[in-house]
T-cell receptor, first 115, second 110 residues
Framework: SAVISQKPSRDICQRGTSLTIQCQVD?????MFWYRQQPGQSLTLIAT?????????ESGFVIDKFPISRPNLTFSTLTVSNMSPEDSSIYLC????????????FGSGTRLTVV | KNEVEQSPQNLTAQEGEFITINCSYS?????LHWLQQHPGGGIVSLFM???GKKKHGRLIATINIQEKHSSLHITASHPRDSAVYIC????????????FGKGTKLTVNP
């Protein structure tokens, strides 16, 4: 299965600032997914990122708050903009069917605390 | 009501015990995943099931499509099994999506 390198693993940020999270996959994948997991809650899909096109955002998430880049088939970034304490969550990237296989592979997660 | 429900939310066991975590779903699915989340937040995929039963080491996953229910079993549990276990349903339809349960926090004491 694919290996995803996600950075940073954790960060503590001041409110009003922005943080960019990176995911690097060791194989080419068509779609990459970004999730948020708020404390005590299940994972929620933020957006799906396809290479060469705008990301598709789920209800409740907007590009101004969570801009996504997908410059090639192995890399994507998610930015959490103008952060507030409510943005404190674990953020994860994921890919599907990497290396011609089945199922999903997840990144190691970014634990974000906004103070 | 969530589309994917897990029980129990928290589970504490003694080393060596047999563990069962349950997952029920209310949507049509093409497959179901069992995931393990470590304290740092990273997630590892344990199983992907569309029918029947799968086994990997001390882990066994079963699914009953008619009853819309899946279970994850851990035999001879060990403290290193302590983690959050999440089931995630792959929904049917034009655009497949993962719908996640809230997870079961398992603590295995030595």
């Amino acid at each position: 299965s694919a290996v995803i390198s996600q950075k940073p693993s954790r960060d503590i940020c001041q409110r009003g600032t922005s943080l960019t999270i990176q995911c690097q996959v060791d194989s080419q994948v068509t779609m990459m997914f970004w999730y948020r997991q708020q404390p005590g809650q299940s994972l929620t899909l933020i957006a799906t990122a396809n290479q060469g096109s705008e990301a598709t955002y789920e209800s409740g998430f907007v590009i101004d708050k969570f801009p996504i880049s997908r410059p090639n088939l192995t890399f994507s970034t998610l930015t959490v903009s103008n952060m507030s304490p409510e943005d404190s969550s674990i953020y994860l990237c994921s890919v599907e069917r990497a290396r011609g296989g089945y199922g999903y592979t997840f990144g190691s997660g970014t634990r974000l605390t906004v103070v | 009501k969530n589309e994917v429900e897990q029980s129990p939310q928290n589970l504490t066991a003694q080393e060596g015990e047999f563990i069962t975590i349950n997952c029920s779903y209310s949507v049509g699915i093409s497959a179901l995943h069992w995931l393990q989340q470590h304290p740092g937040g990273g997630i590892v995929s344990l199983f992907m099931l569309s029918s029947g039963k799968k086994k990997h080491g001390r882990l066994i996953a079963t699914i009953n499509i008619q009853e819309k229910h899946s279970s994850l079993h851990i035999t001879a549990s060990h403290p290193r099994d302590s983690a959050v276990y999440i089931c995630a349903a792959v929904t049917q339809g034009g655009s497949e999506k993962l719908v996640f349960g809230k997870g079961t926090k398992l603590t295995v004491n030595p």
